[in-house]
């Protein structure tokens, strides 16, 4: 898998919009860029992935850059509950299931 | 659906005792991974099976094992816990579909 590169950490304010920054200038072709999110103590959540083109759910926005060597999570009006470890991902779309985990963002959105 | 559950949640063993802990993945879900994550070396591959064969492994020794029944339904275990081995062990259901993968609570193991 190819290496990502996050802050440490962040913060946001409440009601604002959080922007998480991930580097990952080694992906190929065929690595997606996932991301996981986890509360204190809970099991990382899913977010939202994406290949080349931007993707929205409702949790969240993926804007990956055309030479998709970097991407940003964007949660469009932060929440205290949004508070967590942020987790950017490359992986393979493949018979291969391990995630690859880094050290993450610690996101703290303040009131 | 219901989401990936894990039992036990929470289990205090002593140094070389052993340790089954159970995962049952999402409803029609046949990949299960598990990961061990501890404050020092964070969130870590263990294993990961696919219509009860493991497909991939992680660096860990042989005491950690797992297994997966026809129903998907899967289990690890650790034999001769050291005291490294207290972690937090999160399981993975995947719908061999979009690839994604959805994690359980975990379970927290203390060793003492």
């Known amino acids: 898998d190819a290496k990502t590169t996050q802050p440490p950490s962040m913060d946001c304010a409440e009601g604002r919009a959080a922007n998480l920054p991930c580097n990952h200038s080694t992906i190929s072709g065929n690595e997606y860029v996932y991301w996981y999110r986890q509360i204190h103590s809970q099991g990382p959540q899913y977010i939202i992935h994406g290949l080349k083109n931007n993707e929205t759910n409702e949790m969240a926005s993926l804007i990956i850059t055309e030479d998709r060597k970097s991407s940003t999570l964007i949660l469009p009006h932060a929440t205290l509950r949004d508070t967590a470890v942020y987790y950017c991902i490359v992986r393979l779309r493949s018979n291969d299931y391990k995630l690859s985990f880094g050290a993450g963002t610690t996101v703290t959105v303040r009131a | 659906k219901a989401g990936v559950t894990q039992t036990p949640r929470y289990l205090i063993k002593t140094r070389g005792q052993q340790v089954t802990l159970s995962c049952s993945p999402i409803s029609g879900h046949r990949s299960v991974s598990w990961y061990q994550q501890t404050p020092g070396q964070g969130l870590q591959f263990l294993f990961e099976?696919?219509?009860?064969?493991?497909?991939n492994k992680g660096n860990f020794p042989g005491r950690f094992s797992g297994r997966q029944f026809s129903n998907s339904r899967s289990e690890m275990n650790v034999s001769t816990l050291e005291l490294g081995d207290s972690a937090l062990y999160l399981c993975a259901s995947g719908d061999g579909v979009t690839d994604t993968q959805y994690f359980g609570p975990g379970t927290r193991l203390t060793v003492l």
């Open positions: 099976y696919f219509s009860e064969t493991q497909r």
